[in-house]
C-alpha cells in the first residue's frame, strides 16, 4: 500500500506592515464671532483662546487636524497629530506639531506604559479633554494658564488595569465627554517651556495626578488630584514707559496643585476644576507693576451641563459655565497678571456622527494679554460648525 502524503506545512503568518497599521481622523473648526450681542467691546480679546475676538475678524479655522495613528509593534504604538490652523504672530493657518509620540507598553495587556515624545501634560481635566470633544468653546484660563496647548515634551508614565482602560474609552466613545486615557496614575518628566519651544534652563519639570472613573449603576463619576513643580524661564520685555524687569532672575518658580471633578451627563452633568499655586507674574501696586516674581495664583471653573438625546434623532446638550482666576500667564510677554471672570451659556447640537453645531454667548470680564494690560468687559455672540472624519 502507498504511504499516506505528509500533512501540508502549517500555514505561516504574516504580520502586517507597519503602514497597513496606520489609521487616519481628524476634525476641522469653522468658528465666527461677530454675531450681534447686548455689549460688544472690539478690544475684548483672549490671545490664548480664541483669536477670532475684537475687531476686524471675520470667519476662522480655529482648528484643522489630521491624526495618523495605530500600533507598529505588539508593544509600541503612535500618535502624531499636526494642526494647520495655527496662529504665529500675524500669521494665520500655520502648519505645527501638536502631538507626536510613541506610547512603549511594559506588559501584553498595556496596563503599564511610558510616553515619550511631545504630548499632553496629565495636569487637570478638561486640559486633557479633546477639543473635539469639550462642550465650551474654549478652555478655562485658571486651569490652561498652567500649561499652553497643553503640551511638551518629555517622558511619562501611565498605569490603569485593563478594565479601567477599556472604561477611559467607553467615556469618550459614547459621547459623554470623557478626557481620554491617561491613566489612573500619571507620572512625567518634561521641559516645561510649553509645546514647539526650546528649554530654556536645565531644570525640567516634574508632574503627577491620580484620577479614577467611579460608576454607581449606570452613572460615572471621575475624581482627580494633582499637581506639578519646575522652574519657568522667563525674559521681560521692557517699554519705553514701562520698565518691566524680572525681580530675581529668570528662572522662576512654578508649582500648581489641582482637585478636578466630572459628573458625566446621564442625562445632567456637573464638571468643576480648581487649582492653586505660583508662577511667573506681573505685580499689582505701584511697587511691583513694572517687577515679574513668581507670585501667587487661584482659580477654576464649574460647568453644568444636560445631554438630551432622540431629539428629532440627534443630540442636544445645552451647558452653562462660570470661570474665575487670578494670576499671571507666564507664556505671554511680561507674564501680566489676569483677573478673569467670565460666564459662557451655549448648547451643542450633535446633528450626527460627521457634523456638530455649536452655539455660545459669552459674558466676560477679563484683562487684556496686549500691553497696557488694561481690564475690559464685553459680551460674544459666537457660533461653530465641527465636522469629524
Same mark, same amino acid.
Given at each position: 500500500?502507498?504511504?499516506?502524503a505528509?500533512?501540508?506545512?502549517?500555514?505561516?503568518?504574516?504580520?502586517?506592515?507597519?503602514?497597513?497599521?496606520?489609521?487616519?481622523?481628524?476634525?476641522?473648526?469653522?468658528?465666527?464671532?461677530?454675531?450681534?450681542s447686548?455689549?460688544?467691546?472690539? %478690544?475684548?480679546?483672549?490671545?490664548?483662546?480664541?483669536? !477670532?475676538?475684537?475687531?476686524?475678524?471675520?470667519?476662522?479655522?480655529?482648528?484643522?487636524?489630521?491624526v495618523?495613528?495605530?500600533?507598529?509593534?505588539?508593544?509600541?504604538?503612535?500618535?502624531?497629530?499636526?494642526?494647520?490652523a495655527?496662529?504665529i504672530?500675524?500669521?494665520?493657518?500655520?502648519?505645527?506639531?501638536?502631538?507626536?509620540?510613541?506610547?512603549?507598553?511594559?506588559?501584553?495587556?498595556?496596563?503599564?506604559?511610558?510616553?515619550?515624545?511631545?504630548?499632553?501634560?496629565?495636569?487637570? !481635566?478638561?486640559?486633557?479633554?479633546?477639543s #473635539?470633544?469639550?462642550?465650551?468653546?474654549?478652555?478655562?484660563?485658571?486651569?490652561?494658564?498652567?500649561?499652553k496647548?497643553?503640551?511638551?515634551?518629555?517622558?511619562?508614565?501611565?498605569?490603569?488595569?485593563?478594565?479601567i482602560?477599556?472604561?477611559?474609552?467607553?467615556?469618550?466613545?459614547?459621547?459623554?465627554?470623557?478626557?481620554?486615557?491617561?491613566?489612573?496614575?500619571?507620572?512625567?518628566?518634561?521641559?516645561?517651556?510649553?509645546?514647539?519651544?526650546?528649554?530654556?534652563?536645565?531644570?525640567?519639570?516634574?508632574?503627577?495626578?491620580?484620577?479614577?472613573?467611579?460608576? !454607581?449603576?449606570?452613572?460615572?463619576?471621575?475624581?482627580?488630584?494633582g499637581?506639578?513643580?519646575?522652574?519657568?524661564?522667563?525674559a521681560?520685555?521692557?517699554?519705553?514707559?514701562?520698565?518691566?524687569?524680572?525681580?530675581?532672575?529668570?528662572?522662576?518658580?512654578?508649582?500648581?496643585?489641582?482637585?478636578?471633578?466630572?459628573?458625566?451627563? #446621564?442625562?445632567?452633568?456637573f464638571?468643576?476644576?480648581?487649582n492653586?499655586?505660583?508662577?511667573?507674574?506681573?505685580? %499689582?501696586?505701584?511697587? &511691583?507693576?513694572?517687577?515679574?516674581?513668581?507670585?501667587?495664583?487661584?482659580?477654576?471653573?464649574?460647568?453644568?451641563?444636560?445631554?438630551?438625546?432622540?431629539?428629532?434623532?440627534?443630540?442636544?446638550?445645552?451647558?452653562?459655565?462660570?470661570?474665575?482666576?487670578?494670576?499671571?500667564?507666564? !507664556?505671554?510677554?511680561?507674564?501680566?497678571?489676569?483677573?478673569?471672570? &467670565?460666564?459662557?451659556?451655549?448648547? &451643542?447640537? #450633535?446633528?450626527?456622527?460627521?457634523?456638530?453645531? %455649536?452655539?455660545?454667548?459669552?459674558?466676560?470680564?477679563r484683562?487684556?494679554?496686549?500691553?497696557?494690560?488694561? #481690564?475690559?468687559?464685553?459680551?460674544?455672540?459666537?457660533?461653530?460648525?465641527q465636522?469629524n472624519?
Open positions: 500500500a502507498a504511504a499516506p505528509p500533512p501540508p506545512p502549517p500555514e505561516v503568518k504574516k504580520d502586517k506592515p507597519w503602514y497597513e497599521r496606520i489609521h487616519l481622523r481628524g476634525y476641522t473648526q469653522v468658528r465666527y464671532n461677530r454675531l450681534p447686548f455689549r460688544v467691546n472690539d %478690544t475684548l480679546i483672549n490671545d490664548q483662546g480664541d483669536r !477670532f475676538l475684537g475687531k476686524d475678524n471675520g470667519f476662522g479655522l480655529r482648528r484643522a487636524r489630521l495618523f495613528y495605530g500600533d507598529v509593534h505588539e508593544h509600541v504604538s503612535i500618535y502624531l497629530q499636526p494642526d494647520f495655527s496662529v504672530g500675524d500669521q494665520y493657518h500655520v502648519a505645527i506639531i501638536r502631538d507626536w509620540y510613541a506610547d512603549i507598553s511594559v506588559d501584553s495587556k498595556k496596563e503599564f506604559r511610558f510616553r515619550v515624545g511631545q504630548s499632553k501634560v496629565p495636569f487637570g !481635566f478638561e486640559n486633557l479633554q479633546s #473635539q470633544n469639550r462642550l465650551a468653546l474654549d478652555r478655562n484660563d485658571a486651569i490652561n494658564s498652567a500649561l496647548d497643553e503640551r511638551d515634551i518629555g517622558v511619562f508614565f501611565y498605569w490603569a488595569p485593563a478594565e482602560r477599556a472604561r477611559f474609552k467607553y467615556l469618550v466613545d459614547s459621547g459623554l465627554k470623557g478626557s481620554g486615557d491617561y491613566g489612573v496614575v500619571g507620572l512625567g518628566v518634561y521641559n516645561g517651556q510649553t509645546a514647539n519651544r526650546p528649554e530654556r534652563n536645565n531644570s525640567p519639570h516634574a508632574v503627577a495626578r491620580v484620577t479614577y472613573p467611579f460608576q !454607581f449603576g449606570q452613572q460615572f463619576v471621575e475624581m482627580g488630584v499637581g506639578y513643580y519646575g522652574r519657568f524661564n522667563l521681560a520685555a521692557p517699554r519705553d514707559d514701562a520698565a518691566y524687569a524680572v525681580a530675581r532672575g529668570p528662572d522662576m518658580v512654578d508649582a500648581r496643585a489641582i482637585v478636578s471633578l466630572m459628573v458625566y451627563p #446621564q442625562p445632567l452633568g464638571m468643576a476644576e480648581y492653586v499655586g505660583r508662577g511667573p507674574s506681573l505685580g %499689582t501696586g505701584p511697587d &511691583e507693576g513694572l517687577l515679574i516674581d513668581s507670585r501667587n495664583l487661584h482659580g477654576g471653573y464649574a460647568q453644568l451641563m444636560y445631554k438630551l438625546d432622540g431629539v428629532a434623532g440627534m443630540t442636544l446638550i445645552p451647558y452653562l459655565r462660570g470661570t474665575l482666576y487670578k494670576g499671571g500667564k507666564k !507664556f505671554e510677554t511680561n507674564a501680566p497678571r489676569y483677573d478673569v471672570r &467670565e460666564v459662557e451659556l451655549g448648547v &451643542e447640537w #450633535q446633528i450626527f456622527k460627521a457634523l456638530e453645531l %455649536t452655539g455660545a454667548y459669552l459674558v466676560a470680564d484683562t487684556s494679554s496686549r500691553y497696557p494690560y488694561k #481690564q475690559e468687559q464685553g459680551h460674544v455672540t459666537r457660533v461653530q460648525l465636522f472624519y
